[in-house]
Nanobody
Framework: QVQLVESGGGSVQTGGSLRLSCAAS??????MGWFRQTPGQERGAVAV????????YYADSVKGRFTISRDNAKNTLYLQMNSLKPEDTAMYYC?????????????????????WGQGTQVTVSA
């Protein structure tokens, strides 16, 4: 059984930085990612990492500002968020799945991720 626990959310001003962490237990050596959701909106992928090959996906809105990475020894996924904007305000969720690279990085559907953390809130003020 895979369990995911996020931490690192908080409140920052525009232009600030935060680093989210997702501590994983269980076997997660396939596909892990970060999704975010705001009230009334669908949960969407922000950044995804295909652990086997190291490939990544980033939503256009975060390219150049966010970086996804993983510490294999700690089995922990990170999301470094820089130059934060008010539109980045959301609940951020860590997710994991046993997926091929194609479904991990190119056909990204939240329904394909069976394992989710509880979420951590990020609030960016203007």
């Amino acid at each position: 059984q895979v369990q995911l626990v996020e931490s690192g959310g908080g409140s920052v001003q525009t232009g600030g930085s935060l680093r989210l962490s997702c501590a994983a237990s269980g076997y997660t050596d396939y596909c892990m990612g970060w999704f975010r959701q705001t009230p009334g909106q669908e949960r969407g992928a922000v950044a995804v990492l295909y652990i086997g090959g190291g490939g990544t996906y980033y939503a256009d809105s975060v390219k150049g500002r966010f970086t996804i990475s993983r510490d294999n020894a700690k089995n922990t996924l990170y999301l470094q968020m820089n130059s934060l904007k008010p539109e980045d305000t959301a609940m951020y969720y860590c997710a994991a799945a046993y997926l091929s690279e194609r479904f991990c990085l190119r056909i990204i559907e939240k329904a394909n991720f069976p394992y989710w953390g509880q979420g951590t809130q990020v609030t960016v003020s203007a």
